[in-house]
T-cell receptor, first 112, second 117 residues
Framework: KNQVEQSPQSLIILEGKNCTLQCNYTVSPFSNLRWYKQDTGRGPVSLTIMTFSENTKSNGRYTATLDADTKQSSLHITASQLSDSASYICVVNTGGENKLTFGTGTQLKVEL | KAGVTQTPRYLIKTRGQQVTLSCSPISGHRSVSWYQQTPGQGLQFLFEYFSETQRNKGNFPGRFSGRQFSNSRSEMNVSTLELGDSALYLC????????????????FGAGSRLTVL
């Protein structure tokens, strides 16, 4: 069964600190992996997309990594800001019939 | 350009009633997919429509249905509401089929929050 597991489930950090969110997947075949950010009361917004051949991709203070061998991805947030408080969702595109498999997300809260 | 618009944003229903939610995709986008989001289950895929045809369907009972119109606007309907149907219902549009290949990206609406009493 295709699954995407994210950890931690929730996280609280102080403003200015760095953090890393994890995504492990057991889907096959693999086409790409996307990280979404979902602010409270809003729909998810795409942050990055990683394909099989990519190891690292950055989008401002967000850096995603992918290890296709171990089927793990991480999202690193540098110098966190209050506006980073959101849910971060990992989505794997299997390329199969049910194409997208969603993780349950990591709820990040950045405090002063 | 305008984003994905979902209406209504909030609604309250009672058990046994039915509800219809609407989604207007980004202009030019032909794919609309629907998702149910609850705190415990995360985003669950309901179905996807492309050019008025249902292309994929998730594991939801037949009480959940949808359709897409020629202008790509989509509606989803839930009949005989149950308490467990309380959730945020998100729709997303994309130029091509949602799963797609390559860098096809979903643009989500803000969602319709349904509360069933």
């Amino acid at each position: 069964k295709n699954q995407v597991e994210q950890s931690p489930q929730s996280l609280i950090i102080l403003e200015g600190k760095n953090c890393t969110l994890q995504c492990n997947y057991t889907v096959s075949p693999f086409s790409n992996l996307r990280w979404y950010k979902q602010d409270t009361g809003r729909g998810p917004v795409s942050l990055t997309i990683m394909t099989f051949s990519e190891n690292t991709k950055s989008n401002g203070r967000y850096t995603a990594t992918l290890d296709a061998d171990t089927k793990q991805s991480s999202l690193h947030i540098t110098a966190s800001q209050l506006s980073d408080s959101a849910s971060y969702i990992c989505v794997v595109n299997t390329g199969g019939e049910n194409k997208l498999t969603f993780g349950t997300g990591t709820q990040l809260k950045v405090e002063l | 350009k305008a984003g994905v618009t979902q209406t209504p944003r909030y609604l309250i229903k009672t058990r046994g009633q039915q509800v219809t939610l609407s989604c207007s995709p980004i202009s030019g986008h032909r794919s609309v997919s629907w998702y149910q989001q609850t705190p415990g289950q995360g985003l669950q895929f309901l179905f996807e429509y492309f050019s008025e045809t249902q292309r994929n369907k998730g594991n939801f009972p037949g009480r959940f249905s949808g359709r897409q119109f020629s202008n790509s606007r989509s509606e989803m309907n839930v009949s005989t509401l149950e308490l467990g149907d309380s959730a945020l219902y998100l729709c997303a549009s994309s130029p091509f089929e949602a799963g797609g290949d390559g860098a096809n990206v979903l643009t989500f609406g803000a969602g319709s929050r349904l509360t069933v009493l």
